[in-house]
């Protein structure tokens, strides 16, 4: 029922900025929790930034705290993530998810993996740092 579609990825230089979107196909409020990923060549994916959809709690993982910052847009159906002060180190593939259960927990969401059961993926944006 739910599709999610990336953009906002691209090349940008050390320190610079980029704004990750994803659009939904239904109301942000109603996914639930959100999220944002990223995956490095060879590695496993990995949560980057997830959110309460109904309230707009947040939790983000130690490496993006202060650089990454998620948001919605519930008017636009569309989940956000402002990067900035990027690093060679952020060159990754990025992907959002929604995980549409009800008693879903940010938290939660941030340790999956992407193999997870009854969650939506998107296709997924490069950022390349250089």
């Known amino acids: 029922h739910v599709q999610l579609v990336e953009s906002g990825g691209g090349s940008v230089q050390a320190g610079g900025s980029l704004r990750l979107s994803c659009a939904t196909s239904a109301d942000t409020t109603k996914t639930n929790c959100m999220g944002w990923f990223r995956q490095f060549p060879g590695k496993e994916r990995e949560g980057v930034a997830a959110i309460y959809t109904g309230d707009g709690s947040t939790v983000y993982t130690d490496s993006v705290k202060g650089r990454f910052t998620i948001s919605q847009d519930n008017a636009k159906r569309t989940l956000y993530q402002q990067m900035n002060s990027l690093d060679p180190e952020d060159t990754a593939m990025y992907f959002c998810?929604?995980?549409?259960?009800?008693?879903?927990?940010?938290?939660?969401?941030?340790?999956?993996?992407?193999?997870?059961?009854?969650?939506?993926w998107g296709q997924g944006t490069q950022v390349t740092v250089s």
């Open positions: 998810a929604a995980d549409l259960g009800y008693h879903c927990r940010p938290p939660v969401l941030l340790t999956f993996k992407g193999g997870e059961q009854g969650i939506i």
